[in-house]
């Protein structure tokens, strides 16, 4: 037979009152030493749990945070999810982690399940802009922060700035002697790649070279082989006969893609066409050659999302939301010239 303890049986043996056993297990309140070891040991006597679901209801708080993200599969997030938990356990926190598989459908069934059950916030990486649950949320008082896929609403957020990383990227090329760089440009109705590609044109604009049509490639839709994008756009150009000299790929994989088709022509990396990736994954530098990239910092924005959202959590929402912009920085390796 199970037998449960409960406060009240350890103040019992200790002598006390239930609120003095409650002040020396939370840690909050006045208790001398001496009354301290008396409930400290009828604990250990005992084999006291605290409750600690039950106190949050009644406070009005589980100090669980629910983290949604839209596909595990993608190597950019284990990195967030690890910054994510860790920064979370550090603060008495605990991670529900679901994924979404890039599906509205699912991530609006997991913010309803979650908030029945009583997590104390939302970290998303939305599917997409339709974001209405995410905003009604924000509504009714669910604290909330946006992580990486910024979405231009009034919602709390961590992200980088897409535009000036990927023109950091372009500029580079061009400073390096490439005047005709094909892009990768991934899909348009996130806002991350819309930003990427804006930084594009912007950095061949100011450099004085053309826009060419037939140098923007890439699916329109949201891939799950990455890599196999890269490869298919690369691929078509080379098919084509398309004359260019480098690549700024929108994902690290994408550029794996690229270099692969690239090799598959007889051409060689950075020799004949240079290729930039974009997010430093692990592996990144242990390619063949390895990838000269623009580096996200996940763990660390995985981090800053769960003290954001801690912030919120226990001073209530901003007036105003903030979008915290981190800085990517460019990794050269050798597969540019």
């Known amino acids: 037979m199970i037998v449960i303890v409960t406060i009240k049986d350890v103040a019992k043996k200790a002598g006390v009152s239930t609120s003095t056993v409650s002040r020396v297990i ?4 006045p208790v001398n030493d001496a009354t301290r070891q008396k409930v400290m040991e009828a604990v250990r ?18 100090k669980t945070i629910g983290l949604i993200i839209p596909n595990i599969r993608n190597p950019i997030f284990p990195a967030v999810v690890r910054g994510v938990e860790d920064t979370a356990r550090k603060q008495g926190y605990t991670v529900v982690l679901c994924n979404t598989d890039e599906d509205v459908l699912i991530e609006r069934e997991y913010v309803e399940k979650l908030r029945k059950r009583w997590v104390d916030g939302f970290i998303l990486a939305t599917v997409s802009e339709h974001i209405d649950h995410v905003l009604e949320l924000k509504k009714k008082g669910f604290p909330v922060v946006l992580l990486i896929r910024n979405i231009d609403k009034h919602v709390d957020a961590v992200i980088i700035d897409n535009f000036k990383a990927a ?15 094909a892009i990768i440009k991934g899909n348009q109705q996130l806002a991350l ?3 990427r590609f804006r930084g594009y044109k912007q950095a061949l604009k100011d450099a004085g070279l053309p826009l060419k049509e037939e140098l923007i490639t890439g699916e329109d839709a949201e ?6 994008d890269g490869y298919n756009a690369i691929n078509r150009l080379l098919d084509q006969s398309i004359d260019f000299d480098a690549v700024f790929a929108t994902t690290d994989l994408r550029a794996i893609g690229a270099i692969r088709a ?4 007889g051409l060689r990396v950075p020799e004949d066409i240079s290729v930039i990736g974009f997010d430093n994954l692990e592996f990144s530098s242990l390619l063949d050659p390895p990838l000269s990239t623009m580096a996200q910092p996940f763990y660390d924005m995985g981090a800053r999302a769960v003290n954001k959202l801690i912030q919120l959590i226990k001073n209530g929402q901003n007036a105003e939301p903030v979008i915290d912009v981190m800085e990517a920085e460019l990794i050269i390796r050798k597969s540019t010239r």
Do not use: M
Not at 26 to 29: E, I, L, T
Not at 49 to 62: C, I, M, S
Not at 262 to 265: N, R
């Open 45 to 62: 006597a005992l084999n006291y749990r605290p409750n600690f679901l039950a106190k949050g209801l009644k406070e009005g708080r589980t």
């Open 26 to 29: 939370s840690g909050n309140g």
């Open 193 to 195: 790649y819309r930003e």
């Open 167 to 181: 023109y950091k990227a372009v500029s580079y090329l061009v400073k390096t002697g490439h005047k005709k760089i």
């Open 262 to 265: 690239i090799k598959d022509h």
């Open 223 to 228: 891939c799950v082989q990455w890599s196999r």
